[in-house]
C-alpha cells in the first residue's frame, strides 16, 4: 500500500489522513484492476484485442500488368 510522507502526515488532521489513505487504497485496487485487464505479453496490437476489431486486409495482388 502507498504510505503517506512522514512530513506531510505530520501537518494532517486525522480526518484528512483518514480521506487520504481512503483515496490511496481505491487507486491501489483501481491498478490491480487495470493489470488485470491489460495484456502484459501480447504482440498484437490492442485495437485487434477487441470482439469486433478485425485485422486489415492485404490488398489482392494484381493478376494482370497494366499497360499494353
Same mark, same amino acid.
Do not use: D, W, Y
Given at each position: 500500500?502507498?504510505? @503517506? ?10 480526518? %484528512?489522513? !483518514?480521506? %487520504?489513505? *481512503? ?8 491498478? !490491480?484492476? @487495470? ?6 505479453? *501480447? *504482440?498484437v496490437?490492442? *485495437?485487434?484485442?477487441?470482439? $469486433? +476489431? $478485425?485485422?486489415? $486486409?492485404?490488398?489482392?495482388a494484381?493478376? $494482370?500488368?497494366?499497360? +499494353?
Amino acid at each position: 500500500m502507498s504510505k @503517506i510522507p512522514p512530513e506531510l502526515e505530520a501537518q494532517m488532521t486525522p480526518a %484528512v489522513k !483518514a480521506f %487520504v489513505l *481512503s483515496l490511496l487504497n481505491r487507486l491501489e485496487r483501481m491498478e !490491480a484492476s @487495470i493489470e488485470e485487464l491489460t495484456p502484459q505479453n *501480447s *504482440s498484437v496490437p490492442p *485495437s485487434t484485442l477487441h470482439p $469486433r +476489431g $478485425r485485422p486489415k $486486409r492485404k490488398p489482392a495482388a494484381k493478376k $494482370r500488368k497494366l499497360g +499494353g
